[in-house]
T-cell receptor, first 116, second 117 residues
Framework: ETGVTQTPRHLVMGMTNKKSLKCEQH?????MYWYKQSAKKPLELMFV???????ENNSVPSRFSPECPNSSHLFLHLHTLQPEDSALYLC???????????????FGPGTRLTVL | AQKITQTQPGMFVQEKEAVTLDCTYD???????LFWYKQPSSGEMIFLIY??????QNATEGRYSLNFQKARKSANLVISASQLGDSAMYFC??????????????FGKGTLLTVNP
């Protein structure tokens, strides 16, 4: 595997289900991100982990719970979601050098989530 | 607050021709980076090119070049010799080095490019 991988690629869940999205990066990076991409809206940053510590949580509802067990893996645990949470969820990683503006984020293929 | 504006919701270009996708940005920071990403219908966001605010030369990567005009706060993407595989959404994004979130990429709403045979 190369780059950033995400599983599953597609997920349909009911509002009472609990599911998890998985992201794995094979780039040796030290920071990982979750983004949400809804129709007709710009990408929204949800969470940032740097050196396995959460450094940003952009007012995301508690029904989304991130977990970063090591620098290569990132999870997004989902429970009691709403239909408006249906979106493409993108994971990204970067090699951070003191938060430089030049550090490039590399994205995975995304998980397309549908909440019924 | 940082803002990216892409005024072209959709663009059409003939195969083998060049096309320019517009991007303007708004920031009060002196240090920032500008990025272009391509998103095919499959969903993956593919990094194309980067331009730093202090870079004097316009960035180039193969068929992609960035027309950076700092005074006008514009960072247009130029794709030369378009190919059918270039059909996708293109996003301009900015990352700041100043105060606030150093990790955040601010994205524009994107431009849907269609390459016609």
């Amino acid at each position: 595997e190369t780059g950033v991988t995400q599983t599953p690629r597609h997920l349909v869940m009911g509002m009472t289900n609990k599911k998890s999205l998985k992201c794995e990066q094979h780039l040796g990076h030290n920071a990982m991100y979750w983004y949400k991409q809804s129709a007709k809206k710009p990408l929204e940053l949800m969470f940032v982990y740097s050196l396995e510590e959460r450094v940003e949580n952009n007012s995301v509802p508690s029904r989304f719970s991130p977990e970063c067990p090591n620098s290569s893996h990132l999870f997004l645990h989902l429970h009691t979601l709403q239909p408006e949470d249906s979106a493409l969820y993108l994971c990204a990683s970067s090699q951070e050098t003191s938060g430089s503006w030049a550090d490039t984020q590399y994205f995975g293929p995304g998980t397309r989530l549908t909440v019924l | 607050a940082q803002k990216i504006t892409q005024t072209q919701p959709g663009m059409f270009v003939q195969e083998k021709e060049a096309v320019t996708l517009d991007c303007t940005y708004d920031t009060s920071d002196q240090s920032y980076g500008l990025f272009w990403y391509k998103q095919p219908s499959s969903g993956e966001m593919i990094f194309l090119i980067y331009q730093g605010s202090y870079d004097e030369q316009n960035a180039t990567e193969g068929r992609y070049s960035l027309n950076f005009q700092k005074a006008r706060k514009s960072a247009n993407l130029v794709i030369s010799a378009s190919q059918l595989g270039d059909s996708a959404m293109y996003f301009c994004a900015m990352r700041n080095g100043g105060g606030g979130s150093n990790y955040k990429l601010t994205f524009g709403k994107g431009t849907l490019l269609t390459v016609n045979p």
